[in-house]
Antibody
Framework: EVQLQESGPGLVKPSQSLSLTCSVT????????WGWIRKFPGNKMEWMGY???????SYNPSLKSRISITRDTSKNQFFLQLNSVTTEDTATYYC??????????WGQGVMVTVSS | DVQMTQSLSYLAASPGESVSISCKAS??????LAWYQQKPGEAYKLLIY???TLQSGTPSRFSGSGSGTDFTLTIRSLEPEDFGLYYC?????????FGAGTKLELK
């Protein structure tokens, strides 16, 4: 069974970078696409981007040049980096397998607070 | 961006009842719509994609309907494990966007 698990610091200071890891078991990340989604306090959700089986990426324009999604195929992990964070980036971050538009397997999420 | 509107933030029902959760897109998205369920402490669960296709493992009491701009998730004969948060998501075009969620609560 495909399982995803997010990890990373729960607290990040404003203007710094947020870095998260998604560890995948039960499926190779060299197949399919893999994405990041976040849920803000109040339940609004935002698709952030994805990385393909070949390493190409697609990002939500709202995140402009702040976002980067990379991967380590040897560890079957992919990563999210979000630069220049503000308090508005406080959210629960989820990784998921992208299935042509929708997401069929999700991690349980990691809560990240941006605060000084 | 395509705006997705779930008109009900909360919906209270009792086990055994049937409920419908609506989702409206700001433009036609054909049937490029998915429904998810989230329960506290659990991963999101994909219930339905392509507007009406049940994901493997989704109980048959769940059904999805609609195309274009108006979609509905129906749950027949609610079970206790059905209470939680439900989201719709369009994948007609990027950026993929979600509704604000409908919390299905026990009456």
């Amino acid at each position: 069974e495909v399982q995803l698990q997010e990890s990373g610091p729960g607290l990040v200071k404003p203007s710094q970078s947020l870095s998260l890891t998604c560890s995948v078991t039960g499926y190779s990340i060299t197949s399919n696409y893999w994405g990041w989604i976040r849920k803000f306090p109040g339940n609004k959700m935002e698709w952030m981007g994805y990385i393909s089986y070949s390493g190409s990426t697609s990002y939500n324009p709202s995140l402009k040049s702040r976002i980067s999604i990379t991967r380590d195929t040897s560890k079957n992990q992919f990563f999210l980096q979000l630069n220049s964070v503000t308090t508005e980036d406080t959210a629960t971050y989820y990784c998921a397998r992208w299935k042509g538009g929708y997401f069929d397997y999700w991690g349980q999420g990691v809560m990240v607070t941006v605060s000084s | 961006d395509v705006q997705m509107t779930q008109s009900l933030s909360y919906l209270a029902a009792s086990p055994g009842e049937s409920v419908s959760i609506s989702c409206k897109a700001s433009k036609s998205i054909s049937n490029y719509l998915a429904w998810y369920q989230q329960k506290p402490g659990e991963a999101y669960k994909l219930l339905i994609y392509s507007g009406s296709t049940l994901q493997s493992g989704t109980p048959s009491r769940f059904s999805g309907s609609g195309s274009g701009t108006d979609f509905t998730l129906t749950i027949r004969s609610l079970e206790p494990e059905d209470f939680g948060l439900y989201y719709c998501q369009q994948y007609y075009e990027k950026p993929y966007t979600f509704g604000a969620g409908t919390k299905l609560e026990l009456k």
